[in-house]
């Protein structure tokens, strides 16, 4: 029985590929290979089991911890963690309906907040109603999560009437867009 010689066996293997291919082939390979290596991070990779949020009480915040589900007249209903302005729900409207005589922007700002019932995240849309004089009830300013000015679309500081009859800002609604995660 002969003894089993790595060497050998190698040795074949590469005078067998050498004789296939180019000294250039081989060049370029190795190019490909080094441009392509540095760019294998930034290809899109599920990451889901990484980027689990912390929704554990500390992480929460202050908004978060005294949101509540029953009361959508109350700024601590857990769809306002991010209004600013009069809550359409107690000026004659919904949490996503404009009272009548008033139309509802078509831009709108966003938040993502968190159901207390379930602990999901939710992303709402925030969309001002306009064309009748502000409603001066049920007054709220939750900054949840806001960013500042340079990126309006997380901003509530705006009227956000752009696009309606009247730029005269009215009250805000909170329309449920979907599940955040």
Request: proline share 6%; hydrophobic share 35%; with cysteine.
């Amino acid at each position: 029985m002969k003894k089993f010689d790595a060497d050998a066996v190698c040795e074949k293997l590469l005078r067998k590929q050498a004789g296939r291919t180019s000294r250039r082939s081989l060049i370029s390979r190795l190019g490909i290979a080094l441009v392509a290596a540095p760019v294998f991070p930034l290809l899109p990779v599920s990451r889901a089991e990484a980027a689990k949020p912390d929704r554990s009480p500390e992480a929460k915040t202050a908004f978060a911890r005294s949101a509540q589900t029953e009361d959508d007249t109350e700024c601590t209903y857990w769809r306002y963690c991010a209004i600013d302005g009069a809550l359409c729900s107690c000026c004659g409207g919904g949490i996503h309906t404009c009272p009548a005589g008033s139309e509802p922007s078509p831009v709108s700002w966003v938040g993502t907040c968190i159901n207390p019932d379930n602990g999901k995240a939710y992303l709402i849309a925030y969309r001002d109603c306009c064309g009748k004089p502000m409603c001066n009830q049920c007054l709220c300013d939750n900054t949840d999560r806001e960013t500042q000015l340079y990126t309006p679309q997380l901003n509530n500081d705006i009227i956000w009437c752009f696009g309606t009859q009247s730029m005269q800002y009215h009250c805000s609604t909170a329309v449920l867009v979907g599940g955040a995660e």
